[in-house]
């Protein structure tokens, strides 16, 4: 199992940036509009994180690990049977793959296909 994008979401996306990259000696790239204009950093496994503002006034601060899989909608299935809820079904952003949200132990998850 890998993380291939770990979101986190927060009001103060500057402050965070500002901790991981004195803490982790990390370089942050400007927003990207793809990724919900998230500052993004890479990481040691060949992942990314990103750190973004709320894109609406009911969007709450998360902290939220998108999984590496090989097939998202079998992968989708695969949550359903467990009995999560899918929160946002399979999009892609262009360049970067394929996600979907979904809700298992009232926890957000991600999928990430690239």
């Not at 500052?39 to 040691?44: P, V």
């Not at 360049?95 to 957000?108: M, N, P, R, T, V």
């Amino acid at each position: 199992m890998k993380v291939q994008y770990l979101e986190i979401v927060t009001p103060d996306v500057d402050a965070v940036c500002t901790a991981y990259a004195r803490l982790h000696g990390v370089s942050f790239s400007e927003p990207e509009a793809a990724l919900g204009n998230a500052r993004t950093a890479s990481l040691s496994d060949g992942g990314v994180l990103g750190v973004r503002a709320p894109m609406h006034e009911t969007e709450a601060p998360v902290v939220r690990p998108y999984i590496l899989v090989d097939d998202i909608d079998a992968a989708v299935k695969a949550v359903q049977a467990a009995g999560g809820e899918i929160a946002h079904p399979p999009m892609e952003i262009p360049g970067h793959g394929l996600f979907s949200i979904f809700i298992q132990g009232g926890i957000h998850h991600g999928l990430w296909q690239l």
